[in-house]
């Protein structure tokens, strides 16, 4: 257990769906990250929040959506999504966005498939 | 650029040594990462190198040269439970990590 969870663990969804992605840290963090992560290829960061604002959007598409409620609640709204969007989508937090050694605490990821 | 290299597969035996490499071109360094993920679960931090020189934790081992743009990670007395994707990373001038690929590691009996 890292201290941050992600619901649900696994979605299947279709182009014309909308969904949305949670993650909780318990950890009294105060930055969250969405990353996704493609089989053998870098972990891409999607968004981070610092202090539920946004401090960084590495230009993702609109269809991608973040919201951040307050500093220990991440969600990513998904819509009219297409097949390579199809990956494992993980969500992390940190006590600080900045700083040399800002150890990031990973959630499981939730299993994105998009048919 | 920033690149982050490092093999894609490796394969030891139960009880070696195995050696992970990881060769870096970023822009800026505020150090180094290494995390474990066993498949289907969240990576772990493994250890975090900023100065030059090996960082030693129980079996698991940490090396860092800043001139060279290399670090390496070394595994000693392998078990089983040590087969997993091994993820290197670096932090830069703008304390964002840029992530490697990751080495996928598999453990023979």
């Known amino acids: 257990e890292t201290g941050v969870t992600q619901t649900p663990r696994h979605l299947v969804m279709g182009m014309t769906n909308k969904k949305s992605l949670k993650c909780e840290q318990h950890l009294g963090h105060n930055a969250m990250y969405w990353y996704k992560q493609s089989a053998k290829k870098p972990l891409e960061l999607m968004f981070v929040y610092s202090l539920e604002e946004r401090v960084e959007n590495n230009s993702v598409p609109s269809r991608f959506s973040p919201e951040c409620p307050n500093s220990s609640h991440l969600f990513l709204h998904l819509h009219t999504l297409q097949p390579e969007d199809s990956a494992l989508y993980l969500c992390?937090?940190?006590?600080?966005?900045?700083?040399?050694?800002?150890?990031?605490?990973f959630g499981p990821g939730t299993r994105l498939t998009v048919l | 650029g920033q690149n982050i290299d490092q093999p894609t597969e490796m394969t030891a035996t139960e009880g070696a040594i195995v050696q992970i490499n990881c060769t870096y071109q970023t822009s800026g360094f505020n150090g180094l990462f290494w995390y474990q993920q066993h498949a289907g679960e969240a990576p772990t931090f493994l250890s975090y190198n900023v100065l030059d020189g090996l960082e030693e934790k129980g079996r698991f081992s940490s090396f860092l040269s800043r001139s060279k743009g290399y670090s390496y990670l070394l595994l000693k007395e392998l078990q089983m439970k040590d087969s997993a994707s091994y993820l290197c990373a670096t932090v830069d001038s703008n304390y964002q990590l840029i992530w490697g690929a990751g080495t996928k590691l598999i453990i023979k009996p």
């Open positions: 992390a937090s940190s006590q600080d966005r900045g700083g040399p050694y800002n150890e990031q605490f």
